[in-house]
């Protein structure tokens, strides 16, 4: 076996999991999905089938992750947050036919307890804090925050608040990575 697992995990038959992937207690992951190289699966989580996740995805203990999700490489979902996959769910009503999709992109941070409402997309570098409720799409390199979430700035890929002098330009604290602000959207320099 190329990846981890503890003896309480319980791993469908069909599922892909990638190599040096650690699959931790009590977590469920069902057939057929897929998870990358080097993720790490923490405590009670489940992957419903047919997720997709990239390679380095880290997974906070108590996360749910629904049919229609698929996260790109190097994203973090924080303890106890959520995605949904039905607008308007009902015990009494099979609404499998309506899942909406979820696509993460690459490097985004989902903080503890957030949730995603489904068929909102989150862009790559995103920073979703703690709490926070996403009813919208959310741009690349924005911190949105609250509920319903709002967007208040921007971070780096080091996931550092940048700050834009007047030229639109900003630079990341930690990597020195410099980037610019052009009709409200990030990109790299």
């Known amino acids: 076996m190329e990846y981890q697992a503890h003896e309480t995990a319980v791993i469908d038959?069909?599922?892909q999991i990638g190599k040096g992937t650690r699959i931790w207690h009590f977590s469920h992951?069902?057939?057929?999905?897929r998870i990358g190289e080097?993720?790490?699966?923490?405590?009670?989580?489940?992957?419903?089938?047919?997720?997709?996740?990239g390679n380095n995805v880290k997974v906070q203990n108590n996360v749910s992750i629904y049919t229609?999700?698929?996260?790109?490489?190097?994203?973090f979902l924080g303890p106890s947050m959520v995605f949904t996959n039905v607008i308007n769910p009902r015990s009494a009503i099979c609404r499998k036919h309506e899942y909406a999709s979820t696509h993460v992109g690459k490097g985004a941070?989902?903080?503890?307890?957030?949730?995603?409402?489904c068929g909102h997309d989150i862009g790559e570098y995103a920073f979703i804090g703690a709490g926070a409720v996403v009813t919208h799409h959310v741009p690349p390199y924005?911190?949105?925050?609250?509920?319903?979430s709002r967007q208040i700035g921007w971070m780096s890929q080091y996931g550092h608040r940048l700050h834009f002098n007047e030229e639109g330009i900003a630079v990341c604290p930690e990597s020195g990575m410099r980037y610019i602000l052009k009709n409200n959207k990030v990109e790299l320099l």
């Open 142 to 148: 924005a911190l949105v925050v609250g509920n319903p």
């Open 38 to 53: 080097n993720c790490n699966i923490g405590q009670n989580v489940v992957v419903s089938p047919h997720v997709k996740l």
């Open 29 to 33: 992951i069902m057939s057929p999905c």
């Open 68 to 75: 229609g999700v698929v996260c790109d490489d190097d994203v």
């Open 109 to 117: 941070t989902i903080g503890a307890n957030a949730t995603i409402v």
């Open 13 to 15: 038959e069909g599922c």
